[in-house]
């Protein structure tokens, strides 16, 4: 992401890195940036387990340039019940997210945690968990859907380590082992 991105001065945007010290939560983590924003700034959100082309960011990016409004990636997986599973209106809008949905509830799209948002989420994290805050910006300002197809990895396991290089090396033209492994 930071070598892709930089600073951001070719998207027209400021890019800030931060690091969450001790892994309290994904609410927590956003909170720490709050300092870095003003109130009329989006920022781009990026989980640190999601695994996935840089064009999946760009699309992102763009589709918030494009819109002027919130917009999250989503993805289709098999394992819909382990996410936020993600239910769509008109325009690719999303109505509403069921964080950790039981069977009944499970939806073709799932959240992909890539992001563009609003100075307001930091506000609604002061009340709300991830999931709520969420659904607070669906029915406010409403939140844009930007749909991923291609190889995606919410890194969740060890093993998954595994299965992000077998996805990166996929992109690969060529693959060439130098000496003995």
Known sequence: ?????????????????????????????????????????????????????????????QAFGTFHQPVAAICHTPHAQNYGTVYLGQDMQIERLVEKPVEREVGNYVLAGVFVMPYRLFELLERFEMDEALNELCAGEGLRSSIWEEPWLDAQHPWDLLKGNQMVMDTWSEARVDGSV
Not at 40 to 61: G, I, P, W
């Open 1 to 61: 992401i930071i070598n892709e991105f930089g600073q951001g001065s070719r998207y027209g945007m400021t890019i800030q890195y931060i690091r969450q010290e001790e892994p309290t939560g994904i609410r927590d983590a956003i909170s720490l940036a709050k300092g870095h924003f003003q109130e009329d700034e989006s920022f781009l959100l990026v989980y640190a387990d999601v695994l996935a082309s840089e064009n999946m960011y760009r699309q992102v990016v």
